[in-house]
């Protein structure tokens, strides 16, 4: 069975593994999950992420990062769907959280931070807000 919305799928699965205290969570993987994952790590949410196995087979080891017992992720929220595709302008980067939180956002120059994509005067598509 096909996943409609596996990014939506991948932040849920992070969210539940945060909700019961696990270290880690798998998940199937793809190259922009990875590269989300990237971002993620790059900003401190998380600890480290892995990707093992074969072709099909691919899952992507996501460690997740508590302080004093508490998830550092307070939020996780698919931002476009792909039933409502959400853009925007370099000059039009919302912030999350007055500058707390990040947007990541998928541009022509990969995926990355909505402040970096500011700075580099690229746009693209909001893929999820994480605080």
Not at 18 to 39: C, F, G, Q, T, Y
Not at 93 to 108: E, K, Q, R
Not at 118 to 131: R, T, Y
């Amino acid at each position: 069975m096909s996943m409609s919305d596996p990014i939506a799928d991948m932040l849920t699965r992070i969210r539940n593994a945060h909700m019961v205290a696990k270290k880690e969570v798998n998940i199937p993987a793809s190259n922009l999950k990875a590269d989300i994952a990237k971002v993620m790590e790059q900003e401190g949410y998380i600890d480290s992420f892995s990707v093992a196995g074969e072709k099909a087979t691919k899952m992507l080891t996501i460690k997740l990062k508590y302080y004093d017992d508490k998830p550092v992720i307070d939020s996780l929220e698919r931002i476009s769907k792909p039933s409502l595709r959400v853009y925007v302008k370099s000059t039009e980067m919302p912030s999350v959280m007055n500058g707390l939180g990040i947007v990541i956002v998928s541009t022509p120059k990969g995926v990355m931070t909505g402040q970096n994509a500011a700075a580099q005067s690229v746009g693209g598509e909001i893929l999820c807000s994480v605080s």
